[in-house]
């Protein structure tokens, strides 16, 4: 496994990486436009991968139950497999014997992925300062939001995925002071 | 009573019993166990198998007390099993011929605690992967976790096993 | 910085196979099929290793550790108090019920007596508990099964039950409210209202569920006769909780070994007969209904009192004696600096959990932090069977008895 | 004469031309990002030992033909049931003859208990 660079900054533009057409024309007023489009189109429907490890993922149904309902926002369907969704919400503490499955969950998703780290425990272990828990999920997989709590409250977890829209569509998170 | 019925049946495999707290514990000889055993499921009417663990004492010459507890679900009474394992290769007698539920329970002691159990029909690791080395629970396992650092702490320099002393 | 010593563990079952079990190795044209750790239905991160011939399941082989949090060793490196945080985290449904549970073993090793007051609070919470984790095992083995609607309905159920524990521990989930020896806090205001309202409310939503589901024909074909434990198996393979009552074997801790005074309050144990899936599901939704009879009479003859015992070893004093007496403030400080000793010697203190008998076994050498903490997990009992049980059956059958053993991970490797 | 098939002549070049454009345009636009990991097959998130293509039991394959053969059954039907107003009792007669011989079969499997899976 062992150290993983982690993404500096997530991919500003809409465009998939790599040398297509789109990049070869480089950013002038047609790509950037279409960039906000397809940015657009993919913040506002993040499908989670079902990625339930512990606590957390009790609260991350709640997230979804009737009376706080992700879908509001998007995210209407916890796809079971990871080719068919594009964000991984890794709801709880990451045991020495989970990393490799995460990471390999991980690396199935197709490419615009992104990772909330929900809760204390895949942000930083947490209390378990132990032999058995992975002492923070950025070390297996790039992490693009942390949520604290223990577990979050399910309008903590929609903040997140509301936050990670606006990172998606490249704004910037902190207002900057005027 | 219970003990006097064991003490006169297998009079010095019985090593000590106490109540302590009300929880009936008796410990055995490491090879009387299963006729021990045996004997409370048969005629005591001990059917239930709750938990089997292991606890390390480092200080003391057989250093792991390797306990089972079972209850009799008819007269609810609970009898807690004792016995002991030596260090350099902890072996203790396996009671899953006598409770088919401790099967598990064992299994997870081998893993946790590293006393084998002899006459296991699956004697695999349970819960940590399966080429980990060495024995988490054991008192001298360093559980080695990332030491805690506060912001104003500067990084580089810092003993890794700083907080278990 | 220490480095995270990620064995990688030569995953699947590549050439580091180890034995997949003590039985030779299988026909050839047996597929092996990974009911993996990341899969809808495992209800948490377990993996099946399933021999399937065709759509038969010939084999199943449980393979658990995936969420291995080593929580006795935490235990042995916590005092007693900061250890009550921890117990939430086990049983993560009911996390008022392992509360309950981790501190009782305390208290027996101590001898300590509880006040009255504090033993009603700790029962209601428990059968609140109770509640809420039969509504969300209602909700999601329903959903493994098609009941996609099933489970809004349970989740707007459980929703209540989070709104009590909030008002009362300040947390919807996590509550962590008991001490050695009571309660942390009393209840506030308005707590009682509405679980006044909550107990008027929820007997038509649970017969909302029965009717629905109960008579349902599909609900029936798949569930009845669908992994059968005779009543001899369940007691040999130490199975406990609604899978042992399902098989008609009438034990219930509550009953059979009352704490925190339930002798006072009367409900009935619900069985079942032939121990199959529909039966632990009757049991479980009947129990429900008797944890809201006990919740009426907790409520009606709730007494009131102190909720912490004034035992000044092991509880901290109330703030207002601070003040005036030097003595409760050497107390405070010793207390909250290093906690209490407790003797040498070793108790097994067990409660009635959703899933069963939940234990502790606590062996104290004297200092202040357990010498070794022993978690008897129901589910960790419920789920050794998996492999008596799929023999023989439909591949759609083992998520049906997979869902009605309600284990959860966070139980099960601890 | 010909003319007058000249506008669906039309309609099916662009529906050509337009497979082809769905089907070449897409992937030569997004990037591609293979992965060693991400080429395996999902198994749950285990790292799957052998391929995927493997000997099925020959109870699928049975199944699999019984539903082939009751479902172009159902086909036939259709056709039949739109001009069922003008073939009237005949066409009644020569739909259940069709379906009596396939109902003589239906029976024959059940009886020989094909239906009942992995005996």
């Known amino acids: 496994m062992g150290e993983l660079k982690l993404r500096p900054v997530p991919m500003p533009t809409g465009r998939a990486a790599g040398p297509t057409p789109l990049n070869a024309l480089g950013d002038n007023l047609l790509t950037t436009t279409l960039d906000k489009v397809i940015n657009w189109g993919r913040s506002s429907a993040i499908w989670p991968a079902l990625f339930g490890l512990a606590c957390c993922a009790i609260e991350m149904m709640g997230t979804v139950g009737p009376r706080h309902d992700l879908s509001r926002f998007g995210s209407e369907l916890f796809r079971a497999s990871p080719r068919q969704a594009d964000l991984m919400i890794v709801s709880g503490r990451v045991s020495i014997k989970m990393a490799p499955v995460l990471r390999q969950i991980y690396d199935q998703m197709p490419e615009p992925k992104w990772v909330i780290a929900m809760g204390a425990c895949a942000s930083s272990a947490g209390m378990f300062n132990n032999y058995a828990i992975v002492q923070s999920v950025d070390k297996i997989v790039p992490v693009d939001i942390y949520l604290p709590g223990c577990p979050p409250r399910p309008e903590a977890l929609i903040d997140a995925v509301v936050k990670l829209q606006r990172k998606i569509r490249g704004e910037p998170l902190v207002k900057r002071p005027a | ?165 | 910085m220490a480095e995270t010593r990620i064995k990688q563990e030569p995953f699947g079952p590549g050439p580091a196979q180890e034995p997949l079990g003590p039985e030779h190795e299988p026909p050839t044209e047996w597929m092996e099929l990974n009911m993996g750790p990341q899969h809808p239905s495992t209800h948490g991160v377990l993996r099946v290793r399933l021999k399937l011939d065709g759509e038969v399941v010939r084999d199943a082989d449980a393979d658990i550790g995936y969420l291995h949090t080593g929580f006795e060793k935490s235990f042995e490196d916590k005092t007693y108090t900061q250890g009550i945080t921890f117990s939430d985290r086990m049983d993560y449904l009911a996390p008022p019920i392992n509360n309950v549970g981790f501190v009782m073993s305390v208290e027996k090793l101590m001898e300590i007596d509880v006040p009255p007051r504090a033993q009603a609070i700790r029962v209601m919470m428990m059968e609140l508990a109770r509640i809420a984790s039969h509504e969300l095992w209602l909700g999601t083995a329903g959903l493994d099964l098609g009941v996609y609607s099933g489970f809004f309905y349970a989740w707007r159920d459980r929703e209540l039950v989070l709104d009590l524990n909030e008002l009362y521990s300040g947390v919807r989930m996590m509550t962590s409210f008991t001490r050695v020896g009571g309660v942390a806090w009393d209840l506030p205001d308005g707590w009682l209202e509405q679980l006044q309202r909550f107990i008027n409310v929820m007997p038509a939503r649970i017969d909302d569920f029965e009717s629905m589901l109960t008579q349902n024909p599909i609900w029936r074909q798949r569930l009845e006769g669908v992994g059968a434990l005779s009543r001899q198996d369940a007691i040999e393979t130490g199975v406990t909780g609604p899978m042992l009552r399902g098989s008609g074997v009438d034990y219930d801790v509550r009953k059979a070994f009352p704490y925190c005074g339930y002798e006072q309050y009367d409900f009935n144990v619900p069985l079942g007969s032939n121990g199959d899936c529909y039966d632990r599901y009757r049991v479980r939704v009947q129990e429900m209904r008797e944890s809201l009879k006990i919740l009426q009479q907790a409520l009606d003859t709730l007494p009131s009192g102190p909720w912490l015992t004034n035992n000044r070893k092991v509880a901290l004093p109330p703030r207002s004696e601070l003040s005036k007496s030097m003595e409760s403030v050497i107390h405070h400080f010793r207390l909250v600096s290093e906690g209490f000793k407790g003797p040498v010697g070793d108790v097994y203190a067990f409660v009635e959990s959703p899933r069963g008998e939940l234990g502790f076994y606590l062996v104290s050498d004297g200092t202040n932090k357990p010498y070794r903490m022993k978690v008897r997990p129901p589910s960790f009992c419920n789920l050794q069977p998996l492999k008596k049980l799929v023999q023989g059956v439909l591949l759609a059958d083992v998520i049906a008895i997979m869902g009605s053993m309600d284990f959860i991970l966070g139980d099960v490797d601890r | 004469m010909l003319s007058d098939y000249f506008p669906l002549l039309i309609f099916l070049a662009a529906v050509f031309v337009f497979g082809l454009i769905a089907l070449f345009f897409p992937p030569w636009l997004a990037g591609h990002s293979h992965s060693a990991a991400k080429d395996l097959p999902y198994e749950s998130g285990i790292v799957p030992r052998s391929g995927a293509r493997r000997k099925f039991a020959v109870s699928f394959y049975l199944t699999a033909m019984l539903f082939i053969i009751f479902d172009v059954e159902a086909i036939f039907i259709y056709p039949w049931a739109v001009i069922l107003k003008r073939l009237a009792w005949f066409g009644v007669a020569e739909m259940a003859v069709f379906a009596a011989v396939l109902l003589v079969a239906l029976i024959y499997v059940w009886r020989k208990g094909a239906l009942e899976w992995g005996n």
């Open chain 2, 1 to 165: 009573m219970l003990v006097e019925r064991l003490g006169n049946r297998f009079k010095q495999a019985l090593r000590e019993s106490s109540d302590f707290r009300g929880d009936l514990s008796i410990v055995v000889e490491p090879e009387a166990v299963v006729d021990v055993a045996r004997y409370l499921r048969d005629e005591e009417g001990f059917d239930y198998f709750l938990y089997g663990t292991a606890v390390d004492w480092p200080a003391r010459d057989p250093r792991f007390t390797v306990v089972w507890e079972v209850r009799s679900l008819a007269n609810k009474t609970r009898v807690r099993i004792k016995t002991t394992a030596a260090m350099p290769d902890p072996h203790a007698p396996s009671l899953t011929a006598v409770w088919p539920a401790a099967n598990w329970h064992e299994r997870e002691t081998w893993d946790l605690l590293g006393i084998t159990f002899d006459g296991h029909p699956d004697p695999r690791r349970i819960l940590m992967p399966q080429t980990w080395e060495g024995h988490p629970l054991r008192k001298d396992y360093v559980s080695f976790g990332e030491p805690v650092i506060f912001s104003d702490q500067k990084l580089e320099g810092l003993e890794p096993d700083a907080i278990r002393g």
